[in-house]
């Protein structure tokens, strides 16, 4: 598959992309600064924050990094990847690496889940164990981050040259 990122290297990734692969990019991005953000509200937590301030943001912005995350996964493995296999069958292998990538991190997304459901539930109980429940959520953000970021990297560099060299059907 190296193929198509020495064809269209990141480099080049700056201008003149296809809608769809510009669309895409947006999207790991976007999925790359929420990642950033709950890390960054985690960080300000055990700095000295309040218990209160990191469950009243954090647990909306998981929950639409869970959803988003999701649908992005079911789009891909359902729609984009089989279209992609019969455009370039080379990549057959490289669409199933993601796809299985899809599985670990979908494992990490329902850590993800529980653990943001744990510490709501203890939260909103004034449970003693409360702190302890944000630090498990927090230690399972910090575990899923770069499997998350390493599979937006895999996945950008076979699809991005794909969709530059052969384009997608509407």
Known sequence: MLYLRDAHPRDRWTTGL??????????HG???????????????????????????QLVPALQAFLQHLDGHHRIESGQYFPMMRRI????????????????????????????????HRAVQSNAV?????????SDVLA??????????????DIVIPLIQLRGLPH
């Open 88 to 119: 370039e069958p080379r990549i057959g292998h490289g669409l199933d690496l993601l796809d299985r990538d899809h599985d670990v991190i979908h494992a990490e997304l329902e850590a993800l889940f529980q653990g943001g459901l744990d510490f």
């Open 30 to 56: 976007g999925f790359r600064q929420h990642q950033t953000h709950m890390a960054g509200l985690v960080d300000a937590w055990r700095g000295g924050g309040e218990l209160s301030a990191l469950h009243r």
């Open 18 to 27: 296809d809608e769809t692969a510009a669309f895409w990019l947006q999207m």
């Open 129 to 137: 164990d409360a702190a302890d429940r944000a630090e498990r959520l």
């Open 143 to 156: 575990r899923a981050q770069p499997l998350l970021l390493r599979h937006l990297e895999d996945e950008e």
